[in-house]
C-alpha cells in the first residue's frame, strides 16, 4: 500500500546505546522530515532532506544523524541516546507539487532508559 | 524561529465558536494548519499562502494576515470531532519547504 511507514513504532533503550529509526515513503516525494513530539514543545524539527544524498538541519539536530540514499527512505539514528531523547518521533513527506500537505508517518516513540 | 500559538489550551461546549491564533517575529510565506488526535499523526487541514487569504472547509476556515504576520483558525459551531491539538506550521521563504510548527493548542468540546 503507499503511504509513510515508520519502524519501530515503540522502542526501549539505554543510555549510550546506538538507536536508528527508520521511515519509507512510496510516494516519491523528493522531501521527507524528521519531527520530534514532546509534551509543551510541539513538533520540533530535527533534520530534513531535498532529495537523495541532500540533508540539512533543523531546529534541534544535536545527537542525531541521518542519510538518505534512497529517495524513499530516510533513517533517524541517534548514535548514543539520552534520557532527554525520550520522545516521539515523526517522519514526514511533502507533496509540494499539489496542496502543500506533509504527510506523517504514525510515530515511533522511543524510550530511553 | 518558533510561531507562538494562542491560547494554549481552550474548552467549549459542542456548538461554541473558538479562534485559535498563530503569531511570528518573522515575515512568512505561508502558514499551515493541523489538527492531531491523541495518539495518532497531525492531519493538515488547509495552507494559506498569500496575505489576507482566507480558506475553509466547512466550519472551519483560516485566515492570514501578512502584514502582521500571523493567522487565525476559525472553528465555527465545534462539533465533538473536533477535539485534538492544533498545530500552525510557518514558512519563511517560498521553496524552503521547511515548515517549523508552533507547541499546538489544545482544543476540548464537551457535549
Known amino acids: 500500500d503507499a503511504g509513510i511507514t515508520q519502524s519501530p513504532r515503540y522502542k526501549i533503550t539505554e543510555t549510550g546505546r546506538q538507536v536508528t529509526l527508520m521511515c519509507h515513503q512510496t510516494w516519491s516525494h523528493s522531501y521527507m522530515f524528521w519531527y520530534r513530539q514532546d509534551l509543551g514543545h510541539g513538533l520540533r524539527l530535527i533534520y530534513y532532506?531535498?532529495?537523495?544524498?541532500?540533508?540539512d538541519k533543523g531546529e534541534v539536530p544535536d545527537g542525531y544523524v541521518v542519510s538518505r540514499s534512497k529517495t524513499e527512505n530516510f533513517p533517524l539514528t541517534l548514535e548514543s541516546a539520552t534520557r532527554s531523547q525520550t520522545s516521539v518521533y515523526f517522519c514526514a513527506s511533502i507533496d509540494r507539487a499539489d496542496t502543500g500537505e506533509l504527510f506523517f508517518g504514525e510515530g515511533s516513540r522511543l524510550t530511553v532508559l | 524561529q518558533q510561531p507562538v500559538q494562542s491560547p494554549q489550551a481552550v474548552i467549549l461546549r459542542e456548538g461554541e465558536d473558538a479562534v485559535i491564533n498563530c503569531s511570528s517575529s518573522?515575515?512568512?510565506?505561508?502558514v499551515h494548519w493541523y489538527r492531531q488526535k491523541h495518539g495518532e499523526a497531525p492531519v493538515f487541514l488547509m495552507i494559506l499562502l498569500k496575505g489576507g487569504e482566507q480558506k475553509g472547509h466547512e466550519k472551519i476556515s483560516a485566515s492570514f494576515n501578512e502584514k502582521k504576520q500571523q493567522s487565525s483558525l476559525y472553528l465555527t459551531a465545534s462539533q465533538l470531532s473536533y477535539s485534538g491539538t492544533y498545530f500552525c506550521?510557518?514558512?519563511?521563504?517560498?521553496?524552503?519547504?521547511?515548515?517549523?510548527f508552533g507547541q499546538g493548542t489544545r482544543l476540548t468540546i464537551n457535549p
Open positions: 518573522k515575515a512568512l510565506y505561508s
Open positions: 532532506s531535498a532529495a537523495a544524498d541532500i540533508t
Open positions: 506550521g510557518t514558512e519563511k521563504d517560498q521553496g524552503a519547504q521547511k515548515l517549523v
